[in-house]
């Protein structure tokens, strides 16, 4: 098995099956079954499929991975399954298949646990394989193909997504049920008072699922930047139609066009980048590829770290010649010849690169923040977080796929894919903006009573996490967040929307005592909360949030050990993980533990269908122990293993700064794993999350301390909080007043120039027609026509003479006729007129 | 070249058959009586029948050339339509006297102008 061509063939099938899926249920709608209950069917078999092939993807990329030589169990690296039964196949096969193994495919997971970490001879490039599929189009130098770009974090978010998707799909067969009747929606309220009754729209939402399944895989999956775009565009429209799936509700329409252009916000800043990109690298492609000519173009990944610079971020000779394009035009005035001065350029280019100036460095930094600018939109950080809480208005199983497992994903897969293009500047902002984010939304869900939207924040507040993470040099450490987060953020929205389910209200405050009630849920859920805030026994053993989020803090302390002007980073995500332990515990004893507080909703509860808490279940095994390093398994079909295979070349190294910010260092990831800092990093770790859940115990568990007491003494900073910050508000006044009275000067000239112009206009053309009409139409057109009418009538009523009914008279006229014809060609017959 | 002296030839036939259509024209022309006219019609039809038989014949012509039967053919064509013409104009009449009590053709000018 050739893993060139059956890896992107399987993975390709896998990302097109939802569109297959998507196809039919527009096509065919309420039509498939009872009330188009099929679409279910059609899309969950779909996404099922896909899980399939990626799973098989996985098995085929391990099976063809270089066996490593020994691999050392570095208990940080205590690696996870994506899924333990496929991992043992995948050794089995990767036995089988060790004899080729590939020289140049270095194995990173053996290489970490090396002593030299700082050789920084992290010499190969990660395993992949890029190609295209199809060209669209080719305009000079602009190509635009369908391609992929295939390596061990494609392979990953394959299954995680699909798996996810699967679960949730089932889910949402349950959870959409009410859809496959006639709908009252109590929310909605008409002009006469009544409530909205509508029909059901089960086929509609699964049929948006599938689109978006298709598109997230298409980000995935892409193999330029051209092509992430369009998925990420699609993506936003997905978000956008599933926010608004109750479009008569105003808060959910008007949540869908916030998402909608929040995230328009991000995407303006992406195409910033994707020009700078474009315009100096001239491609969008990220590996390497062959133009028709046959020659090998390197991609945008091989220009922005050459070979010949040992994979170390170097400016790209076409941005220090687009930043340099005074200097190349004298030189080419001055020798007044083509080919001589390309040569003379050539030769300057190290010098403008490496001189004071730093020809092209400041486009690189534009097009990572460029790049990044987009992410912050999907992924909702600050100051573009307030979407993701709002976009809760949709489905519950949309909130759990789309906004908080997948889609906000993107925005992080999509700097993980992009990390070799950023610079240490660029990367020191990223990590600000996920310190940032993390803690703003960390604080604002300790007050928020809305159950999503405590899910919602906690979201926003782990992809700032996992932002950090990437900005602090921390690859591995921030994907495998992902992964893991995806698990177990999943599974708590899931929960959540069983408990919405059966209490028929989004308001902790009325909950209390429900784990009687839904026991499924309720465990199911505290292993969600247990996996968040990374539980475990320090060293030993934990949920799978221990490994990903310890790795984090880590790295953290890692970084500010080198850099300590950036101490708040490292404060901020360890501060961030003791609120994280407060607000998740404290929506887990407010919904579940003590006695009720509202005795109607908790009488009215009940535990949920199966075919909604048994992905829960599923899921919860995930959330456990999908950051095991199961024994006898070799670290590379581990999560973290996995993921080292993906790391992009030369970012193993202490990084010493940048251009412009020389003093910084970004450390080397794998340095985080020491004793010195993994120590004390884990206690910090464990004890932020024990003081976290200990509290929320004292607040809400045991009740020791009355909240409401804590709310008046802290009456400003509860409001503050309660407010979000005030940053809707502010948003208001500075965004969307503005915007309102533009808008509305807009309108005025619109009515009082424009309107009065064209009104004008069509005033005047009608006087025209009016005096055309007056004086050409009606005398002379119409005259005419009446004309010959009279003229026809009067020569009828003369010819009416001749009719006079008498048989003789007829005879007579016939007879004197044909004798008169007959005299007259007697008369003036000429004979050659026949032709003799 | 006297026609009374001459042996009967084409030239005889001709004017037997003129006679008889002028005789049948006038006839249409001045009866007031329906039936007359018809009879009239008949005299036309006769008259034309008679040129046909009389130029269609060789020996009439005092030449050799064989021109085929087209001339019989047609006068039995016009008998065979003078026939019907002659049915469905008596039903006309038949019942134009059932309703008015007489034949006279002046009467029967419901279609003038």
Not at chain 1, 154 to 169: E, Q
Not at chain 1, 210 to 233: D, H, K, P, R, T
Not at chain 1, 399 to 427: D, I
Request: proline share 4%.
């Amino acid at each position: 098995m050739n893993p060139e061509s059956v890896l992107p063939a399987l993975l390709g099938l896998a990302w097109l099956l939802p569109l297959a899926s998507f196809a039919i249920i527009v096509l065919l709608g309420r039509r498939l079954g009872k009330e188009g209950v099929l679409a279910s069917y059609v899309a969950t078999s779909a996404i099922l499929s896909g899980f399939v092939l990626s799973a098989i993807a996985m098995l085929v990329w391990l099976g063809s991975a270089p066996a490593p030589e020994e691999h050392h169990e570095d208990e940080s690296h205590a690696s996870s399954t994506v899924d333990a039964p496929l991992v043992v196949r995948a050794q089995d096969a990767g036995e089988e298949h060790a004899a080729p193994v590939d020289a140049e495919h270095d194995d990173h997971a053996a290489e970490h646990g090396e002593e030299d970490h700082h050789a920084g001879h992290h010499a190969e490039p990660p395993r992949s394989y890029s190609g295209d599929w199809y060209l669209l189009g080719e305009f000079g130098d602009l190509r635009i193909s369908i391609g992929y770009y295939v390596d061990a974090l494609t392979v990953t978010m394959f299954c995680m997504v699909t798996f996810i998707a699967t679960c949730i799909h089932f889910y949402a067969v349950g959870y959409m049920h009410d859809e496959l009747h006639d709908v009252d929606d109590h929310e909605v309220t008409l002009e006469d008072g009544g409530h909205l009754h509508r029909r059901g729209r089960f086929h509609r939402f699964f049929q948006y699922l599938s689109l978006f399944c298709f598109s997230m895989l298409g980000i995935v999956i892409a193999g330029n930047i051209a092509m992430v775009f369009v998925f990420w565009e699609l993506v936003g429209v997905c978000s956008y139609f599933l926010i608004g799936f109750y479009f008569e509700r105003h808060s959910a329409s008007c949540a869908a066009n916030k998402a909608f252009i929040v995230n328009r916000v991000g995407d303006f800043g992406m195409i910033i980048g994707l020009m700078a990109l474009w315009g100096s690298l001239g491609t969008f492609s990220f590996g390497d590829w062959t133009d028709s000519e046959g020659n090998q173009q390197a991609g945008i990944f091989s220009q922005v770290r050459p070979e010949e610079n040992e994979y170390q971020l170097r400016t790209p000779d076409g941005m220090v010649r687009a930043a340099a394009s005074e200097e190349v035009a004298q030189i080419v005035a001055e020798t007044g010849d083509l080919e001589a001065s390309e040569t003379a350029i050539a030769e300057q280019i190290p010098e403008w690169r490496d001189g004071p100036e730093h020809y092209g460095y400041a486009l690189l930094v534009i097009a990572g923040l460029g790049i990044f600018c987009g992410c912050v939109g999907k992924s909702a950080q600050f100051p573009l977080h307030v979407w993701l809480p709002d976009a809760m208005e949709g489905p519950t199983p949309v909130s759990a796929l789309v906004h908080s497992a997948t889609m906000v994903a993107a925005g992080v897969y999509l700097v993980g894919r992009f990390f070799p293009v950023f610079t240490p500047e660029v990367l020191l902002a990223i990590a600000y903006i996920g310190a940032i984010t993390l803690f703003i939304a960390a604080t604002i869900a300790i007050v928020a009573t809305d159950i999503k939207r405590v899910l919602a924040y906690s979201t926003v507040s782990q992809l700032g996490y996992m932002m950090l993470a990437l900005g602090i040099g921390g690859w591995v450490a921030g994907m495998f967040h992902l992964i893991t987060h995806a698990f177990f953020k999943s599974l708590l929205f899931m929960g959540s929307g069983s408990v919405i389910h059966a209490c028929h209200t989004n308001e902790m405050t009325k909950m209390g005592g429900l784990r009687h009630k839904m026991p499924w849920t309720a465990y199911t859920m505290l292993v969600g909360c247990l996996a968040i805030i990374g539980a475990g026994i320090p060293f030993v053993i934990g949920f799978s949030g221990y490994y990903s989020k310890d790795a984090i803090i880590e790295q953290a302390l890692s970084f500010t050990n080198e850099n300590p002007a950036h101490r708040i980073l490292f404060l901020a995500a360890a501060g961030g993980a003791a609120i994280t332990a407060f607000y998740m515990f404290r929506l887990w004893f407010m919904t579940f533990a003590g006695p009720p507080r509202d005795e109607r909703v908790y009488e009215h509860a009940h535990e949920s269908p199966k075919v909604m808490y048994l992905p829960l279940v599923v899921l919860s095994v995930f959330a456990i122990g999908v950051g095991w390093q199961l024994p006898g398994l070799p670290s590379l079909a581990g999560n973290t293993g996995l993921l080292e295979q993906a790391r992009p070349a030369g970012t193993l190294a202490n990084v010493e700064g940048g251009a412009w910010l020389p003093e910084l260092t970004i450390p080397d990831e794998h340095l985080s794993h020491v004793k010195e800092i993994k120590i004390p990093a884990t206690l910090i770790a464990f004890s932020t999350a024990l003081g976290g859940v200990f509290f929320a115990a004292v607040f809400y568990g045991w009740r020791l301390l009355d909240p409401e007491d804590a709310r008046r003494q802290f009456f400003p900073v509860h409001r503050f909080l309660l407010h979000k910050w005030w940053f809707d508000e502010l948003y208001e006044i500075i965004f969307i007043r503005p915007a309102h009275v533009v808008a509305r000067l807009a309108a005025g000239v619109d009515k009082n120039a424009f309107d009065r112009l064209i009104d004008g206009t069509a005033t005047f053309v009608r006087g025209v027609s009016d005096q055309v009409d007056r004086s050409i139409d009606r005398p002379v057109v119409d005259g005419l026509a009446n004309k010959l009418a009279q003229w026809t009538y009067s020569l009828g009523l003369g010819l009416r003479v001749a009719q006079t009914g008498s048989i003789r008279q007829y005879v007579m006229f016939i007879v004197v006729g044909t004798a008169a014809l007959f005299l007259l060609v007697s008369f003036f017959w000429n004979p050659t007129w026949a032709g003799n | 070249m006297n026609l009374l002296t001459e042996p009967v030839g084409l030239t005889h036939y001709l004017v037997v058959g003129a006679v008889m259509f002028v005789t049948g024209a006038v006839c249409m022309a001045t009866k007031r009586n329906a039936l007359g006219v018809l009879m009239g019609i008949e005299l036309v039809l006769n008259g034309a029948n008679l040129n046909f038989v009389a130029f269609s014949s060789p020996y009439l012509r005092g030449s050799s050339v064989f021109l085929g039967l087209d001339g019989q053919l047609i006068a039995l064509f016009v008998i065979v339509l003078a026939a019907a013409e002659a049915a469905v104009a008596l039903a006309i009449t038949l019942n134009f006297y059932n309703n008015h009590a007489t034949v006279d053709v002046d009467e029967a000018d419901r279609l003038k102008g």
